[in-house]
């Protein structure tokens, strides 16, 4: 069965440095990752989508994240981190392109904090 | 345009009730699921319809869980017999079509007293 592990639970930075958020997955084929944000008593919203091609993908909001195949990872990064930026993050894998008959399987998220 | 509407977007009710939660899709978009947001499990996919196909129910979390989709558009997750381990919050989304990526709407907290 599919998996994904998010191992930071929580992650603090300072508001103008850069952000590295993990996420490692496990899929028996070639998986569909994905990469969503919440903010409190908000749905999740869309940063970004790996299904083909070139390897680094660039989302919304300044955020882009790159598929390792050799290592099973889709980590997510930002250059420099705004206030605005403090919310929860979720990585997901589909068993297919966009979710299909199984939905999306999450990870359990990784909080981010922004110090000033 | 509009996103993917859900209601309500709180609900509290006593142990044993029925509820039921409403989602209206995105329009144009043919897939609708549905998850389950709680502290112990983090998101969990319970169901998943393909236009007015038959859903998968085997996400489902017990048998007093049930989806409905009518018309292809609209959908309404109910739960018979609330029980305490219910509570959470219930999230939608929906995509053009099954393989694109999903729109979710800001769900509805779900609290049993």
């Known amino acids: 069965a599919q998996s994904v592990t998010q191992p930071d639970i929580h992650i603090t930075v300072s508001e103008g440095a850069s952000l590295e958020l993990r996420c490692n997955y496990s899929?028996?084929?070639?998986?569909?990752l994905f990469w969503y944000v919440q903010s409190p008593g908000q749905g999740l919203q869309l940063l970004l989508k790996?299904?083909?091609?070139?390897?680094l993908v660039q989302g919304i909001k300044g955020f882009e994240a790159e598929f390792k195949r050799s290592q099973s990872s889709f980590n997510l990064r930002k250059p420099s981190v705004h206030w605005s930026d403090a919310a929860e993050y979720f990585c997901?894998?589909?068993?297919?392109?966009?979710?299909?008959?199984?939905?999306?399987?999450f990870g359990k998220g990784t909080h981010l904090i922004i110090q000033p | 345009g509009a996103g993917v509407s859900q209601s309500p977007s709180n609900k509290v009710t006593e142990k044993g009730k029925d509820v039921e939660l409403r989602c209206d899709p995105i329009s144009g978009h043919t897939a609708l699921y549905w998850y389950r947001q709680s502290l112990g499990q983090g998101l969990e996919f319970l169901i998943y319809?393909?236009?007015?196909?038959?859903?998968?129910k085997s996400g489902l979390p017990s048998d007093r869980f049930s989806a409905e989709r009518t018309g292809g558009s609209v959908s309404t997750l109910t739960i018979q017999r609330t029980q305490q381990e219910d509570s959470a919050v219930y999230l939608c989304?929906?995509?053009?079509?099954?393989?694109?990526?999903?729109?979710f709407g800001d769900g509805t907290r779900l609290s049993i007293l």
């Open positions: 899929y028996g084929a070639t998986p569909y």
């Open positions: 997901a894998v589909g068993p297919d392109s966009g979710g299909g008959a199984d939905g999306l399987t």
């Open positions: 989304a929906s995509s053009f079509q099954g393989d694109q990526p999903q729109h």
């Open positions: 790996y299904f083909s091609g070139d390897t």
């Open positions: 319809f393909q236009g007015n196909s038959a859903p998968d």
